[in-house]
């Protein structure tokens, strides 16, 4: 007969803890974009497991850009929401009451997504890559970036403009702008979604009615093929595994999971020297050197290498 024994209850406590434990983690972070300007705790961070309203709002923001997630997206002790890197890996971290206080003020979920959209912002445009975290500058691009991704997925500019009205400062800091400017990023990037995404205004009735002109033969040419279009180069950048091509008509292009095909900018002439050409975004550009290298540029001007151009 065998008999069953029991874990005492000081060892079933001390399992008990070790998964606890376990469940957050200490996070050191190299550097890190903020949503808004608060003072920093000098306390550590530790990080938890991301809930499942921000994983969906997360999957929701990337399904309109086309591009595959390239971070990691855990809850923590920070004031707000920031962008972060640990190493060579790209983080999201928010503060879970933070997100509750700012839906509960906004009365709307498009608030969280809104921030959500902002730190997203900050890690596509190589914001964490550089040195000195948050200034004003890469804010307003990160603001901007918020409002072109709400208006894609349906929010009215009130619903894209909601956090920043009930969260940023009227004066700004040395990080941060103030609150008139954010606002104006925000429109701006949401303005200009719009205009991508409506239709040209040909459906309007004309005030008389046309006048039928016959149709002029003499003259007409013969219909020209479209020509194929095809890749050229690849253009591959640092901490980010996304593919990015470039096309024999200048478009740059990427290819989601689902073999979704987005454009996320163009190859223009360089305006610069020693520049080939220039990579160019809605949000920023890059100039590429004839060798191939990728260059982007610190706030006071100096030239860093953000990535390389290769064989498609």
């Not at 550590?44 to 595959?68: H, M, P, Q, W």
């Not at 929401?81 to 060579?88: D, L, V």
């Not at 009930?166 to 104006?184: F, L, M, N, W």
């Amino acid at each position: 007969m065998k008999i069953k024994k029991k874990l005492p209850w000081s060892l079933l406590l001390f399992f008990s803890s070790c998964c606890i434990i376990s469940a957050q983690e200490l996070f050191v972070r190299d550097g890190y974009c903020s949503y808004s300007a608060e003072t920093e705790s000098n306390g550590d961070i530790y990080t938890f497991s991301s809930d499942e309203e921000a994983n969906k709002a997360v999957e929701r923001i990337l399904k309109y850009t086309g591009l595959k997630k390239n971070f990691t997206i855990k809850a923590a002790n920070v004031n707000n929401a920031e962008a972060s890197i640990m190493g060579n890996t790209r983080y999201i971290l928010y503060n879970q009451d933070f997100m509750l206080r700012v839906k509960k003020v906004t009365h709307t979920d498009w608030a969280a997504i809104s921030i959500m959209a902002h730190e997203i912002g900050h890690h596509l445009q190589g914001h964490t890559l550089l040195n000195g975290g948050s200034r004003p500058n890469i804010e307003l691009e990160a603001d901007k970036y918020s409002g072109f991704i709400l208006q894609k997925m349906g929010a009215t500019l009130e619903q894209a403009k909601a956090a920043i009205l009930s969260i940023a400062s009227e004066q700004g800091s040395d990080t941060h702008p103030g609150k008139t400017a954010r606002v104006a990023a925000i429109t701006n990037g949401w303005i200009e979604a719009r205009d991508l995404t409506s239709p040209p205004d040909t459906d309007k009735t004309p005030d008389t009615d046309p006048v039928h002109q016959p149709a002029d033969t003499s003259s007409r040419l013969p219909s020209t093929p479209t020509p194929a279009v095809f890749y050229v180069s690849r253009c591959v950048f640092a901490n980010d595994p996304t593919a990015y091509y470039v096309t024999n008509t200048n478009i740059i292009i990427t290819i989601n999971q689902f073999g979704q095909v987005a454009v996320v900018g163009q190859k223009l002439p360089p305006t610069f020297p020693n520049f080939a050409w220039m990579y160019q975004t809605a949000y920023t550009t890059y100039g590429v050197a004839p060798n191939g290298f990728i260059f982007g540029s610190y706030p006071n001007g100096t030239l860093m290498q953000v990535g390389y151009v290769t064989n498609p």
